[in-house]
């Protein structure tokens, strides 16, 4: 089922100025996420998002008509899905739907991605969009936690 977005938002690239924006959203989730350790501090997020991830990723913002970045979605070179977070206020109305979707137009040849074991509202939104678990590790990242490697091959296409 999919469901329209509320809201009309434009999926636009990124610009450097938008980097800070992206890094709050993070924060905010990591904030709310009772089970999310805090590895970084809130500045420390803001600064990578803006000196790496900008840098070194192709970034996608969810933008709406007042000009406010509701979501962000950064892919790496090799078709890795390296983050992936809606703000408060936009998650479970159709936005992250609308932004994977161009995510997958941008990358036909097929998307990997990490998400955390604890993190079962992702792991059921990727999985309702045909990416396939292929591993899971007892936590082999920065934050310690167990989590699955994610995979989506178009109709057709070998895993």
């Known amino acids: 089922m999919r469901i329209e977005p509320e809201e009309t ?3 636009r690239n990124a610009n450097r100025i938008d980097m800070a924006r992206c890094g709050e ?3 905010d989730w990591i904030d709310e996420t009772p089970w999310m350790p805090r590895v970084h501090s809130h500045e420390d997020v803001v600064r990578y998002h803006r000196e790496f991830v900008y840098e070194n990723s192709d970034v996608l913002v969810a933008e709406t008509d007042d ?3 509701h979501g962000f979605a950064a892919t ?3 078709a890795f899905v390296t983050g992936f977070y809606l703000a408060t206020n936009a998650r479970n109305k159709g936005l ?4 994977l979707e161009r995510i997958k137009e941008e990358n036909p040849a097929g998307l990997s991605l990490w998400t955390f074991v604890a993190n079962s509202g992702a792991q059921n939104f990727y999985k309702r969009d045909g990416f396939k678990e292929v591993r899971r590790t007892d936590g082999d990242n920065e934050e310690n936690l167990p989590d699955i490697l ?3 091959k178009p109709d057709g296409a070998t895993a």
């Open 9 to 11: 938002y434009e999926i």
């Open 150 to 152: 994610f995979v989506w």
């Open 67 to 69: 000009n406010e970045i």
């Open 76 to 78: 790496s070179t090799d």
């Open 96 to 99: 992250g739907q609308l932004m």
């Open 25 to 27: 959203i993070l924060n």
